[in-house]
């Protein structure tokens, strides 16, 4: 996760080189422009377009010189089609395919609560804006940009490479990758995938301080959960209305942590960046990533948001509702609570434990799935264990962060939000998520007003990708 409050004199430790800027300017302005074309389609749920920007692509593919039996856009309706691409392998290998997952769809943005356009692409004091610059155009971009070199040059991989551009991983109804996995699987099926949506490189004031890698993450849940009761006249005010008993749901919530457990993905997590943190917040990482965890650090670490996500599962209200006039008292009120769930734990365990906590049968808690139904019983899928660290996928890695940043740490990380290797690794397919995408710690804009990435961390990434990818294709 790039939320980690690493410390300055932790970061200036890191090295301070980038690598050496292999992008000549023909590819920095080719990589300009396929970036700007992404940012300048709106792919967003509600008014947008995944076909417009997934065509967009295939046609720079084609005329690249791909075969068009190659490149393929496909899905369940006209606004929300993926593309995929596959780059076939050498004669007579016998390694199969990898593939690489990025999905094209961008959270909602409203002009009003943004300093500039956020579907207009602006180069301005460093940075790049526009929707979707983090999350994860720039890497989309970067994908497509390793194609066309790769393409331009002859390459000829030792297994096949396959890219899905896909729809539908920030809501909606039409996940992109589900679909694939259900109706195309033929198009998509590796024996591993890299999710260009996790992981990935956080900076200090430009400066690489540490590359995380997605070995595991978070399950994602909504739950709808909803007082009711007679209401009446708000001349007569009185304490069981709907959204006073909602709201005492509410803060029994915030008062009712869910309990303390890590995997050995995030006690590996915790042990690496103890390392680079140091000082009190170090110490205490390494006091609860031990065999017998401290009590007193469990606590001083829960006080950090960013901490506390990787220690427990999560859950928090998100949207309110409630009330039918001014002049009475409300006889509904509903909060959209979301929920990120530890691995090894199921939605259905957690709209227990909400139940649980409210200690209220007047509230009714029901799941709400990723299409927006309503349901009264959350599904008991648990996620996945995580997958073994493939040497085929961290060899070249490492390779690849030793030409571009020598000495940078990479270390495995639990994802807290969620992402589409859900879908992957519920399909047999280990995944991984990382990319070369340096964001400062503490400007994360990715879902939120102004989001931005530098210009030369995009640029940076744009290499990372053409360099890892070859590294990973000649094994």
Not at 27 to 39: H, P, V, W, Y
Not at 221 to 248: C, M, Q, W
């Amino acid at each position: 996760m790039r939320l980690w409050s690493l410390g300055l004199a932790a970061a200036l430790a890191m090295p301070a080189a980038f690598g050496q800027m292999k992008l000549d300017a023909a590819d920095r302005k080719l990589s300009r422009e396929i970036f700007q074309q992404l940012i300048g389609i709106n792919t967003t749920d509600s008014v947008g377009n995944v076909t417009t920007a997934s065509e967009a692509m295939r046609k720079r593919l084609l005329d690249a010189g791909f075969a068009a039996e190659d490149v393929v856009v496909v899905g369940p309706n006209d606004r929300k089609k993926n593309m995929v691409v596959r780059v076939h392998r050498r004669a007579g290998s016998g390694l199969k395919p990898v593939l690489v997952i990025g999905h094209v769809d961008v959270v909602e943005a409203k002009r009003e609560d943004w300093t500039l356009d956020p579907f207009t692409f602006t180069e301005k004091d460093g940075y790049f804006y526009g929707r979707g610059t983090q999350d994860m155009k720039a890497a989309d971009a970067a994908m497509m940009m390793a194609l066309l070199r790769m393409k331009r040059e002859g390459f000829v991989p030792d297994r096949d490479l396959i890219f899905a551009m896909t729809a539908d991983e920030e809501g909606g109804k039409s996940n992109g990758v589900d679909w694939l996995l259900n109706n195309r699987k033929e198009l998509v099926d590796a024996e591993f995938v890299l999710n260009l949506d996790a992981g990935g490189l956080t900076t200090e004031a430009g400066r690489p301080v540490v590359l995380m890698v997605e070995a595991t993450e978070k399950t994602y849940a909504d739950f709808h959960v909803t007082s009711t009761n007679p209401g009446g006249h708000s001349s007569l005010p009185r304490k069981d209305n709907a959204i006073y008993e909602l709201a005492t749901a509410l803060i029994k919530l915030e008062e009712s942590p869910f309990p303390f457990e890590l995997n050995e993905v995030t006690r590996a997590e915790l042990k690496g960046y103890a390392g680079l943190i140091r000082g009190e917040d170090g110490a205490d990482m390494l006091a609860v990533a031990g065999a017998t965890p401290d009590q007193g650090a469990i606590q001083r670490l829960s006080a950090n948001p960013e901490y506390n996500s990787v220690l427990r599962t999560t859950c928090v209200a998100t949207m309110l509702s409630g009330g039918h006039a001014p002049n009475a008292l409300p006889g509904r009120a509903q909060a959209n609570v979301n929920c990120r769930i530890l691995p090894g734990h199921s939605a259905k365990e957690v709209q227990q434990d909400l139940v649980r906590i409210f200690a209220d049968p007047k509230l009714t808690v029901e799941f709400v799935t990723d299409a927006g139904t309503v349901l009264k019983a959350a599904p008991e899928r648990v996620s996945a264990a995580p997958p073994p660290l493939k040497p085929e996928v961290f060899k070249p890695l490492g390779q690849t962060v030793a030409e571009m940043w020598p000495g940078l740490t990479v270390l495995p990380e639990m994802e807290a939000g969620a992402s589409d290797s859900i879908y992957t690794v519920a399909a047999g397919m280990p995944s991984y998520g990382f990319n070369g995408m340096g964001v400062d710690r503490g400007d994360v804009r990715a879902h939120g007003r102004d989001e931005r990435i530098g210009v030369e961390s995009y640029y940076n990434g744009v290499e990372f990708e053409y360099l890892y990818l070859k590294a990973l294709l000649s094994q």
